[in-house]
Structures are given as structure tokens and as C-alpha cells.
């Protein structure tokens, strides 16, 4: 019988041994299957989160592209109002330029006269007496105030300094608009 022992057990210990081997394995692929699971798990997490953050980021894009497209064509319509009063402001540079030159013109030719009234209380004109006026001859009937003429060399310097002071004044208007429109 000490045999039989023996072979009992190498049997038992075979037996055994085949057991925990094939737990061992058996555990193991379990192991191994519910490792693979929670990868795949969050690997598909990890995807998701990825589309999701792709998807956040083409929709900043979007509103970013569209954002600057409001912007520009905020400013193409800026720059037509701005582009729009430069030409204004050249037309009424030139209107004024021209009425200018007119006037210097009419003034070189004698076909016209600046004048100024003159205080009746100050100068005393020829023929009054005491700053009044005396009454109109059959000959005509100037009942107006005085006026004395100024000679056309002080005209035309007063035109000069009129006509500076209207390109000033438009210039001062064209800067102002300028101002309004960049400020809106």
C-alpha cells in the first residue's frame, strides 16, 4: 500500500496542481477581460471628451470668425462714412476756394466794392451836421447809413484773411464729423 500512497498522492498533488493552475488562469483571463473592459471604457471616455472638447473648440472658432466678420464690416462701413465726408469736405474746400477767387476777381475788376458802415456818432461825414444826415436833394435819396469804401488793396487782404478763416472753420467742421464717426 505505500504505493498506492504514493500514486493518492501524486494524483492529489497532480489534481492540485491542475486546479490552482487552471483558477490561476481562469482568474487571470477575468482579470485580463475586465482590465480590457475599463481601458475600452475609458478610452471611449477619453474619446468622447475629445469630441466634445473638438466640438468646443470649432464652436469658439465659429463665433471667433464671426465675431471678426461683424468687426469688418464694421469697419468697411466706417471708413465709407469717413471716405464719404473726406469728399464732402473737399467739395466744400473747393465751393469755398472758388467763391473765393470769385470774389477777389469781382473786387480786382471794380465790379465790386467793399465797403463798412462807419458810426454816425464817431465821424462826422461831409454835410452833416452834428452826426445827423441832412435831408436828400431832388437829386437822390440816400437815407441809408454811412458807409465809407475801402480801398482794394485792403479788400482783397480781407479777403485773404476771410478766406483762411472759412477753410479753417470747414476744416474745424470735417475734423469734428471725424471725431463723431470714430467715437460712435
Same mark, same amino acid.
Given at each position: ?37 475599463? +481601458?475600452? #471604457?475609458? /478610452?471611449?471616455?477619453? *474619446? ?29 462701413? !466706417? ?16 465751393? +469755398?476756394?472758388?467763391?473765393? &477767387?470769385?470774389?477777389? &476777381?469781382?473786387?480786382?475788376? *471794380?465790379?465790386?466794392?467793399?465797403? /463798412? !458802415?462807419?458810426? +454816425? ?7 452833416? +451836421? ?13 437815407? #441809408? ?5 475801402? &480801398? ?7 479777403? #485773404? ?24
Amino acid at each position: 500500500m505505500p504505493m498506492n500512497w504514493r500514486i493518492a498522492l501524486l494524483a492529489v498533488a497532480v489534481g492540485l496542481y491542475a486546479g490552482g493552475r487552471g483558477a490561476w488562469v481562469w482568474q487571470a483571463s477575468e482579470y485580463g477581460k475586465q482590465l480590457a473592459e475599463q +481601458a475600452t #471604457g475609458y /478610452v471611449q471616455q477619453l *474619446a468622447d471628451k475629445d469630441r466634445i472638447y473638438g466640438r468646443e473648440r470649432e464652436e469658439a472658432a465659429a463665433a471667433a470668425l464671426k465675431q471678426l466678420a461683424e468687426q469688418k464690416s464694421q469697419r468697411q462701413a !466706417l471708413e465709407d462714412r469717413l471716405e464719404e465726408q473726406g469728399k464732402t469736405h473737399w467739395k466744400e474746400m473747393n465751393d +469755398a476756394q472758388q467763391t473765393q &477767387d470769385r470774389l477777389r &476777381d469781382r473786387l480786382a475788376t *471794380a465790379d465790386l466794392r467793399l465797403s /463798412v !458802415l462807419v458810426d +454816425a456818432g464817431t465821424f462826422a461825414a461831409p454835410g452833416c +451836421a452834428g452826426g445827423v444826415r441832412e435831408a436828400a436833394g431832388t437829386g437822390g435819396v440816400v437815407h #441809408g447809413a454811412v458807409r465809407a469804401r475801402l &480801398d482794394p488793396a485792403h479788400a482783397q487782404r480781407i479777403i #485773404g484773411i476771410t478766406d483762411t478763416g472759412d477753410r479753417g472753420m470747414i476744416a474745424l467742421q470735417a475734423c469734428q464729423a471725424y471725431v463723431r464717426e470714430v467715437t460712435k
